[in-house]
């Protein structure tokens, strides 16, 4: 059974940029969490080795020696889509892009050809993925989250955290936790998550932690709705806050005229009967009384 | 980043798209002179960022240089909707046979730009969305094949032109898609664009707003200084100035933490407690105890705020450095207002014991700490609860 979706213990991953401060910081934490970081890529620095992982100039090439399917994207805004049409030309099918402020025109371009090729992206702007106890594949603080049942997909980095901990601590421990991304223009979708949960038997209940800015909560609540969405789904949205017209943070993060309101976005949740927290602590405790009800704890 | 009218239809012009002639003027006697050289009746409007504007009385008629001279003495200077204006465009005034609407925009979920044109322009799309639905006519772009000319001839058809009209139409609403993606916006639009006594074209009004991301291929820019930025506040333009993202609130509650998402959940908790937040400000992550401080200072400065809450979760951002980060603007500046701290996560204990040692209590729960600032800041940020000082 797949404990998780989108990466497992047999993804082979590279990182790009691995030789950067980020890159070669996070390949670390990510070795030692388990995840199989096969090579790494940084154009000149072909050769040379990053805790002991091989560095080549070309992500064909160490895609090719080392049998890779993943990538994760360390690379700077102005080159990062770039970095991503390579990762996608030798067949990488998972890409996580935790690059930040990469121009939207150039997402657009991204995520045009991946859906011609049926490349998942992660992100941009993305914390990246985890299977606890399995894979993880991206920034997070690896303690924060246990092997478990609640499917997790996010907008943001840190709230993401701050929840998934207090459903570890609630003794329900995560499936997959998955940071869609803070950019405007990002690969997955809250729909496309919630689909992939949906078939995946170790998910018994979803967390989607919304904000501000766009419309994906609503075309999830929709999509629950009218799909009769059969596990339970508890939400949150950060944002009731946040002025019109003024990016909080994120570059996604912005109520224009009268879209992305977090009123909006809780009023279509409730609609479509998915529970909306107040308080981030609260996502655990409404999960915990579902998954009494439904016998699953 | 917002364009003024004048700058969008400098660009508009370099792409062919047919404006009405006209100028920038910043003294009254500048826009007699506009007038003058026009030599037709104009219309004079403010060049300011807010939208409303000609409901807000920031456009006016004039029939003769001298009316000109007396509008702008009327606009220059004042603030309409909190704006000061700083410049007018003089502009002829042409005669509107029926008002159109054309835009290039970005649809966030289907991850393509939208071309948006409707029959009804000269007032908000977004209106006209509602009203009348069947009014707006949408094309969502496929990034592969782009938007072509029989794009835009088909856009022209549907909102209800010909021959060669639909042909002329056409013609300007592929150029503002090139420029759109030459200028990498998150919106062009011409609104109302006019269809003249003549049966030609003219774009009366124009709106471009810049991708911040994609800044740096667009330096020309670089050294513009907005309206918007000159009115910083010294804690928007000391943040802007380190990096960091802030945005200004209307309570008296400063806020310090790390994570867009977790920051806007920390004002959305402490309101509903019933406390109001006075900023927003993400240390951001990974932050150093210098970033720590600085966003402190910052917040501390705010005159408003009257009680301050740091609310850290510790992932790569390390509680040790935030600790360092307090106990050094304690010691720089002291703390004239009482100040609550949640800090969880990555060397949690370090942090504590740091800020324990120092005689500053560290709470663990985002909600009891929110609690907690929230009845500090009613009590009027005075001693009663004050944890530090």
């Not at chain 2, 200028?183 to 639009?189: G, K, Q, S, T």
Request: glycine share 10%.
């Amino acid at each position: 059974m797949d404990m998780g979706i989108f990466v497992d213990k047999q993804t082979r991953a590279i990182v790009q940029a691995i030789t950067g401060e980020q890159g070669s910081f996070h390949t670390r934490l990510m070795l030692d969490y388990g995840t199989k970081i096969v090579a790494g890529v940084t154009p000149g620095k072909g050769g040379t080795k990053v805790h002991d992982v091989p560095v080549y100039d070309t992500v064909k090439e160490a895609a090719e020696k080392h049998n890779a399917n993943a990538s994760i994207i360390f690379v700077p805004a102005p080159f990062a889509a770039e970095a991503a049409f390579e990762a996608m030309e030798a067949n990488l099918k998972t890409i996580v892009m935790i690059t930040e402020h990469i121009p939207i025109k150039d997402a657009i371009r991204v995520m045009a050809k991946a859906k011609q090729l049926g490349t998942i992206v992660i992100g941009p702007n993305t914390p990246g993925i985890i299977v606890p106890g399995e894979c993880k594949l991206g920034i997070m603080p690896a303690h924060v989250f246990e092997r478990g049942i609640v499917g997790i997909a996010s907008r943001s980095g840190t709230l993401t955290y701050e929840i998934a901990a207090g459903i570890t601590v609630a003794d329900l421990g995560q499936s997959t936790c998955i940071g869609l991304g803070g950019d405007p223009i990002i690969g997955l979708s809250f729909v496309e998550t919630l689909k992939q949960f949906g078939k995946n038997d170790q998910t018994k209940a979803v967390a989607l932690i919304g904000e501000i800015g766009g419309n994906l909560e609503e075309l999830a609540a929709a999509f629950i709705a009218t799909e009769g969405y059969e596990k339970p789904v508890v939400a949150y949205v950060a944002g009731r806050t946040a002025p019109p017209g003024k990016r909080m943070g994120h570059a996604g993060a912005i109520v224009m005229g009268r879209t992305g309101t977090a009123r909006s976005k809780i009023e279509a949740f409730s609609k479509a009967g998915v529970q909306v927290a107040e308080m981030p602590s609260e996502v655990a405790k409404i999960l915990s009384q579902r998954l009494m009800k439904e016998k699953y704890i | 980043m917002k364009l003024f009218e004048y700058e969008a239809k400098k660009i508009f012009a370099k792409y062919g798209i047919p404006i009405p002639k006209g100028e920038i003027a910043t003294t009254p006697a500048e826009a007699r002179e506009v007038a003058a050289k026009l030599n037709v009746p104009v219309m004079v409007k403010a060049q300011i960022l807010v939208a409303g504007r000609g409901k807000a009385g920031g456009i006016l008629f004039a029939d003769t240089p001298k009316e000109a001279e007396l509008a702008a003495e009327k606009l220059l200077g004042v603030e309409i909707k909190g704006v000061r204006v700083p410049s007018v465009l003089v502009e002829e005034r042409i005669t509107a046979k029926n008002e159109l609407y054309f835009g290039i925009t970005v649809d966030r979920a289907l991850r393509c730009y939208v071309a948006v044109a409707s029959s009804e322009g000269g007032m908000e799309i977004e209106e006209v969305a509602t009203r009348m639905p069947e009014k707006v006519v949408k094309v969502f772009i496929n990034p592969i094949y782009g938007f072509q000319p029989y794009h835009a001839r088909q856009v022209a058809g549907r909102i209800g032109y010909a021959g060669k009209q639909m042909l002329s139409l056409a013609s300007t609403f592929f150029k503002v898609y090139k420029l759109a993606t030459d200028y990498d916006v998150e919106l062009a639009e011409m609104n109302p664009l006019i269809e003249k006594t003549n049966q030609e074209f003219a774009a009366a009004d124009t709106r471009l707003i810049i991708d911040d991301n994609a800044f740096y291929r667009h330096r020309e820019f670089e050294n513009r200084v907005t309206e918007e930025e000159t009115k910083l506040t010294p804690q928007e333009r000391e943040a802007q100035k380190r990096g960091l993202a802030y945005v200004k609130l209307d309570g008296n509650i400063g806020i310090v933490g790390n994570g867009a998402g977790l920051v806007m959940a920390t004002l959305d908790t402490i309101q509903l407690y019933g406390g109001n937040p006075a900023n927003f400000l993400d240390v951001g992550g990974g932050a150093s105890a210098e970033k720590m401080s600085a966003s402190l200072k910052i917040v501390l400065s705010d005159t408003r705020v009257n009680a301050v809450f740091i609310n850290v979760l510790g992932g790569i951002t390390r509680c040790d450095e935030i600790a360092k980060g307090v106990l050094e603007v304690r010691k720089q500046v002291g703390f004239a207002k009482p100040i609550v701290i949640r800090l969880v996560g990555t060397n949690e204990e370090e942090g504590r014991h740091i800020l324990t040692e120092a005689g500053i209590h560290v709470l663990s729960s985002m909600e009891e700490a929110a609690e907690k600032v929230v009845e500090m800041a009613k009590a009027g940020g005075s001693n009663g609860y004050g944890y530090i000082r």
